[in-house]
């Protein structure tokens, strides 16, 4: 009877330990995001915030990736493009230089989308 009440004991303390909860924050490390998109206007809705809020829960000194796929189909006079893909990789340390790159991503791939679909 002694041994089962021990080993009762011992069930329940072992349950309340593995509930407590902790208020550590929860720190990602090699965050990668991609994005498939099929129009220009699907970039156009892409959040740059949202990804900065996402980038800004990762560990220190990790890479941070960012790439966008162009799903649809470009034409370029006779020759067609599948699937583009711009990728930029960062740091963890400089969340702020890799959003002005990824400004410049976004940028750079609407003037591209528009310059290939005119032609």
């Known amino acids: 009877m002694k041994n089962m009440v ?3 004991f011992l069930l329940v303390a072992g349950f309340c330990n593995s509930q407590e909860t902790s208020d550590d924050p929860v720190l990602l490390e090699n965050i990668g995001i991609t994005f ?3 129009s220009v206007k699907e970039l156009q809705e892409l959040d740059l915030g949202d990804i900065k809020s996402i980038m800004e829960g990762s560990a220190t000194n990790h890479p941070i990736k960012l ?3 162009c799903n649809d189909k470009l034409h370029y006079g006779n020759a067609r493009l599948n699937n583009a893909s711009f990728k930029i990789e960062g740091n963890s340390n400089d969340i702020d230089g890799f959003m002005k790159n990824a400004r410049k991503l976004k940028n750079s791939m609407r003037k591209f989308y528009k310059n290939l679909k005119t032609k």
Request: aromatic share 0%; glycine share 0%; net charge negative.
């Open 67 to 69: 790439e966008i796929v």
């Open 36 to 38: 498939t998109i099929e």
């Open 6 to 8: 021990t080993l009762l």
